[in-house]
């Protein structure tokens, strides 16, 4: 079966600082993995996903992930916050079989203060 | 392409009410899911299809009844509604690598 765990339910950041929000995965086939982005009020927009090949991701609006097998890791980076960052992200997890199923994360509300 | 279209976007049912979230995509997708939304929990997914005719369950499937008669098509049913299924649902349909989402149904239990 796969999970996906998100440290940190909150996390703020000032503007211009680093964004990092950290997922791990568990998953008994190799995965696809992604991250959403979820403003108020609205629905899910994909910032990314990791399918094959180049491990490093880049998505949206700066935002980049690195796959890293041996971490079970996905976590999600920027290198400077901007206001309209203020969201919720989700990452989530499914399997390269006939089902398809995608499995989130519960997600983490990023606070960017001026 | 319109996407993927949900309707409605509210709705408020009385307890033991039924009713049907209606789904549709136009981007000849095989897959297709329903979510929920609850605060701090993330989207769990209810019931999920692999192509027209086959569906199976998800985590919370209780209370819930899906059909897949065509590709297009991916309607949720509430057979009776109860205050625990106030929540907003998702409906997302892909090609096999990534899920598009509508904009969601907001449905209030009372």
């Known amino acids: ?114 | 392409n319109a996407g993927v279209t949900q309707t409605p976007k509210f709705q408020v049912l009385k307890t033991g009410q039924s009713m049907t979230l209606q789904c549709a995509q136009d981007m000849n997708h095989e897959y297709m899911s329903w979510y929920r939304q609850d605060p701090g929990m993330g989207l769990r997914l209810i019931h999920y299809s692999v192509g027209a005719g086959i569906t199976d369950q998800g985590e919370v499937p209780n209370g819930y009844n899906v059909s897949r008669s065509t590709t297009e098509d991916f309607p949720l049913r509430l057979l009776s509604a109860a205050p625990s299924q106030t929540s907003v649902y998702f409906c997302a349909s892909s090609p096999g690598n990534g899920y598009t989402f509508g904009s969601g149904t907001r449905l209030t239990v009372v």
Not at chain 1, 1 to 19: F, N
Not at chain 1, 64 to 85: C, G, R, Y
Not at chain 1, 87 to 101: I, L, P, W
Not at chain 1, 102 to 112: D, E, K, Q, S, Y
Request: one cysteine or more; charged letters at 15%; aromatic letters at 12%.
């Open chain 1, 1 to 114: 079966a796969q999970s996906v765990t998100q440290l940190g339910s909150h996390v703020s950041v000032s503007e211009g600082a680093l964004v990092l929000l950290r997922c791990n995965y568990s998953s008994s086939v190799p995965p696809y993995l992604f991250w959403y982005v979820q403003y108020p009020n609205q629905g899910l927009q994909l910032l990314l996903k990791y399918t094959t090949g180049a491990t490093l991701v880049k998505g949206i609006n700066g935002f980049e992930a690195e796959f890293k097998k041996s971490e079970t890791s996905f976590h999600l980076t920027k290198p400077s916050a901007h206001m309209s960052d203020a969201a919720e992200y989700f990452c989530a997890v499914s399997d390269k079989g006939a089902t398809n199923k995608l499995i989130f994360g519960t997600g983490t509300l990023l606070a960017v203060q001026p």
